[in-house]
């Protein structure tokens, strides 16, 4: 059974910081790329951060500078450091896990919510 599951959401000011993990079961984690997506109320997904098997990584340009992604293929667990949060990042998060030619997987969601 593959399970993703993400922790590390939670209420943080503007300015601050939050790192979410997502650790991943079930699969071959190093064979697979992984993304962070977020979802606006009444709005579709968007993908934030993306990480390949090999670690190059990509990022939506709202996020640039700001959010980090990583993997850990030891611990299966993939994270996103976000940075100087703002309003605007008020949002469900969602862990993916892709690989060529077969169904992705996500994460049940975690929220963080920016509010002064």
């Known amino acids: 059974q593959v399970q993703l599951v993400e922790s590390g959401g939670g209420f943080v000011q503007p300015g601050g910081s939050l790192t979410l993990s997502c650790a991943v079961s079930?699969?071959?984690?190093?064979?697979?790329?992984f993304a962070w997506y977020r979802q606006f109320p009444g709005r579709e997904r968007e993908r934030v951060a993306h990480?390949?098997?090999?670690?190059?990584?990509t990022y939506a340009d709202s996020v640039k500078g700001r959010f980090t992604i990583s993997r850990d293929n030891a611990k299966n667990t993939v994270y996103l450091q976000m940075t100087n949060l703002k309003l605007e990042d008020t949002a469900v998060y969602y862990c993916?896990?892709?690989?060529?030619?077969?169904?992705?997987?996500w994460g049940q969601g975690t929220q963080v919510t920016v509010s002064s």
């Open positions: 993916y896990a892709g690989h060529y030619g077969r169904d992705p997987y």
């Open positions: 079930g699969i071959v984690f190093r064979l697979y790329r």
């Open positions: 990480i390949s098997q090999d670690g190059t990584t």
